[in-house]
Every structure is written in structure tokens, then in C-alpha cells.
């Protein structure tokens, strides 16, 4: 498991599931008439009234996959050295794998937010819970990096949390009704630019392995 986090072929799959994170939901959009991505999240795409609801939800479920994986790779390889990181980022990205991921693409949210149901609820709280977990691991990595001397690696790790922090921050106003007529009321830019900073860890380590 730990020669899993130095593959060029794991970092390529992380690569390619981070790229459809934002590709796939703009290739759909095209089939959902009532979509409005600069003002709905990216699980309206999975909602009943959604013509692509099954395939966006088969994603889900395949990115809920993925990062439990991922995970538990991460856990493996920092478990000796940084036994308490290691749990920490367990949690923080597994909480996100199953939150936002597995249990999303089961229980799906409704395209109107009036519209409140069993599966509606389990939905936005997963996903919510998953999405606050998933918002520390930049600082988690960061802290990690910085313990292996990895200044750079760190710096750009932390400026992620607070990006990320910052968007995170206007996604959660936007859904304020007070809010309505300002730039936040396009919740699902915020949502978009909130993930994007939580992956760049991520990519920045792909991109370091894959052309080493």
C-alpha cells in the first residue's frame, strides 16, 4: 500500500477523477435544460427531475470509491512516522469519500431546495459533513509536508486552505436570503472554486510524481 502513493498509474487515475470532478457536470449541463450551474451545486445533476440523474449518480458513487481508496492509502503510508496526521487525514478525506460521495449518489437532493425529502435530508447532511471534513485536509497536508521539510509543498498547501476557506465561506452566504442579489447567490461557482482549492494538494503532487 505504500508504494501506492509513489504509482505514476494511481496519480494519473487521481488525476483523471479530480478532472471529471468539473468536466463531467459541465458535459452534462447540456442535457438539463433547467440547469443553472453558476447558481446550483453540482447534485441537482443527480436529482429525480434530472435526465442525467443516473449517470451523475453512478459518479458519485465511483468518486465515493475512489477517495475511500485514497483514503486508506494515505493512512498506510503516513501511519508509521505521523501516526496522529495519519488518522486525521483517514478521516478527513474518508468522511468526504462516503459523505459526498457514496451516500450522495444514493440519497439524492431535490432540483428545488422547498423540496424536502427523507432522501433530500440524509443527502445535504452527508454532504455537508463530508464537505467540512474535506476542508482541512490542504492545512493536514500542509502541516504534514512541512513536518517532511517539503516548504513548498507546504506553503502551497496552506494558501489551499484558506482559498478554500474563503470560497467555502461565500457557498455557505449564498444560500442566505439576504444574499440573493449579490455575486454569493452563484452557489455553484463558490462550490466549484471551494473544491478546486481542496484538490490542489492533490494535483500538485500528481504532477510532481508523474513527471519526475
Known amino acids: 500500500m505504500d508504494n501506492i502513493m509513489t504509482s505514476k498509474l494511481f496519480h494519473s487515475i487521481m488525476l483523471f477523477t479530480i478532472i471529471g470532478e468539473f468536466f463531467l457536470p459541465w458535459v452534462l449541463r447540456r442535457y438539463y435544460e433547467e440547469y443553472d450551474s453558476k447558481a446550483m451545486v453540482m447534485s441537482a445533476l443527480g436529482s429525480p427531475e434530472s435526465p442525467v440523474h443516473v449517470i451523475y449518480n453512478l459518479w458519485l458513487i465511483w468518486l465515493g470509491g475512489f477517495w475511500v481508496f485514497v483514503a486508506i492509502a494515505y493512512f498506510y503510508a503516513t501511519r508509521t512516522d505521523f501516526p496522529i496526521l495519519s488518522v486525521l487525514l483517514l478521516v478527513s478525506i474518508g468522511a468526504f469519500a462516503v459523505g459526498a460521495g457514496l451516500i450522495s449518489g444514493i440519497f439524492h437532493v431535490n432540483e428545488s431546495k422547498d423540496v424536502v425529502t427523507e432522501a433530500s435530508k440524509i443527502h445535504g447532511i452527508s454532504a ?7 476542508l482541512f485536509f490542504p492545512l493536514l ?4 509536508a512541512f513536518k517532511q521539510n517539503k516548504i513548498i509543498f507546504g506553503v502551497v498547501c496552506v494558501i489551499s486552505f484558506i482559498l478554500a476557506l474563503i470560497f467555502f465561506a461565500c457557498f455557505i452566504m449564498g444560500d442566505k436570503e439576504q444574499f440573493q442579489n449579490t455575486m454569493l447567490r452563484y452557489e455553484g461557482i463558490w462550490e466549484r472554486l471551494t473544491l478546486l482549492c481542496m484538490y490542489i494538494p492533490f494535483v500538485y503532487r500528481t504532477f510532481i510524481i508523474c513527471c519526475s
Open 128 to 134: 455537508a459533513i463530508g464537505f467540512m471534513a474535506f
Open 141 to 144: 497536508n500542509g502541516i504534514l
